[in-house]
């Protein structure tokens, strides 16, 4: 359906910024619902931030003011920039697109292969 590629993952200090992108080909990622999730080792997969194709987004709770999701049409990518990171962040990211509307990611069809995001206190 969508091919999905993240990259910009890595290792970095608590307090310190990470970009994460997600790059998609086969469709246009502006007609698709997307997504970042993260799942910690013996965590449940949450939802951190989403992006509709109508530009409003969400994030979770734990992120809030920290996390900013953005498209970028011409590049048919999405990024989440991760700002004033903590330790808690540390998790693998994953990004996603589903074309119809969900509630569970159980549903989702499209994931990227996942990006490591480690932050030392």
């Known amino acids: 359906q969508v091919q999905l590629v993240e990259s910009g993952g890595g290792l970095v200090q608590a307090g310190g910024s990470l970009r994460l992108s997600c790059a998609a080909s086969g469709r246009t990622l502006s007609k698709y619902r997307t997504a970042w999730f993260r799942q910690a080792p013996g965590k449940e997969r949450e939802s951190v931030a989403n992006i509709n194709f109508d530009g409003r987004t969400y994030y979770a709770d734990s992120v809030k003011g920290r996390f900013s999701i953005t498209r970028n049409n011409a590049e048919n990518t999405v990024y989440l920039q991760m700002d004033s990171l903590k330790p808690e962040d540390t998790a693998v990211y994953y990004c996603?697109?589903?074309?119809?509307?969900?509630?569970?990611?159980?549903?989702?069809?499209?994931w990227g292969q996942g990006t490591q995001v480690i932050v030392s206190s």
């Open positions: 996603a697109a589903n074309r119809l509307p969900y509630t569970n990611y159980v549903d989702i069809d499209s």
